[in-house]
T-cell receptor
Framework: DTAVSQTPKYLVTQMGNDKSIKCEQNLGHDTMYWYKQDSKKFLKIMFS???????INETVPNRFSPKSPDKAHLNLHINSLELGDSAVYFCASSQGRPGSYNEQFFGPGTRLTVL | AQSVTQPDIHITVSEGASLELRCNYS??????LFWYVQSPGQGLQLLLKYFSGDTLVQGIKGFEAEFKRSQSSFNLRKPSVHWSDAAEYFC???????????FGKGTMLLVSP
């Protein structure tokens, strides 16, 4: 059984479009995250939710809007896509609040390519 | 602010040889330290973690890491590398005072026959 799943795995779209990436975890964790991994493999936190509450919102353009309908899901919606948004986006989850020492479990990633 | 430095962008090791990947962190208090591995096209998988206690920690797949406070280091080691170990390795630091993990830029491990 997949612990953290993301859809789609690949996403190719034109500049200016709006797209969403979905994430689901079946681990019963309280906290979920979105990370962006750029072309140089640098991994940077974007958002974190704990029990559907936004905890971390790093310096991310407001074109990016996370939504957590319940604690098992954290979706990422991106408006007006730009070339610089091309990256691999990883969802992760962990038990407890952010800042605890609990392991984060990562999804397989969504490779977004903006043309 | 906490930070992580992985000084080696890539390392090539012969199969069967020993491996050490370097990680240095910057944080004032006792950090939580992690090593993750990312195989091509995959998500990150936790290899091992350190919070407190014994400074030598054992992980999965035969990996170990040693926390050295005096050197602000948490280097990853494996006595004998297998071809399947070829991947990207990330060191990360967290703490109760911060809400997130900070990752290093990764070290790509290449294994030669």
């Amino acid at each position: 059984d997949t612990a953290v799943s993301q859809t789609p795995k690949y996403l190719v779209t034109q500049m200016g479009n709006d797209k969403s990436i979905k994430c689901e975890q079946n681990l019963g964790h309280d906290t979920m995250y979105w990370y962006k991994q750029d072309s140089k493999k640098f991994l940077k936190i974007m958002f974190s939710y704990n029990n559907k509450e936004l905890i971390i919102n790093e310096t991310v353009p407001n074109r990016f809007s996370p939504k957590s309908p319940d604690k098992a899901h954290l979706n990422l919606h991106i408006n007006s896509l730009e070339l610089g948004d091309s990256a691999v986006y990883f969802c992760a989850s962990s038990q407890g609040r952010p800042g605890s020492y609990n392991e984060q479990f990562f999804g397989p990633g969504t490779r977004l390519t903006v043309l | 602010a906490q930070s992580v430095t992985q000084p080696d962008i890539h390392i090539t090791v012969s199969e069967g040889a020993s491996l050490e990947l370097r990680c240095n962190y910057s944080y004032g208090a006792t950090p939580y330290l992690f090593w993750y591995v990312q195989s091509p096209g995959q998500g990150l998988q936790l290899l091992l973690k350190y919070f407190s206690g014994d400074t030598l920690v054992q992980g999965i797949k035969g990996f170990e890491a040693e926390f050295k406070r005096s050197q602000s280091s948490f280097n990853l080691r494996k006595p004998s590398v297998h071809w399947s170990d070829a991947a990207e390795y990330f060191c990360a630091v967290g703490s109760s005072g911060y809400s997130t993990l900070t990752f290093g830029k990764g070290t790509m491990l290449l294994v030669s026959p």
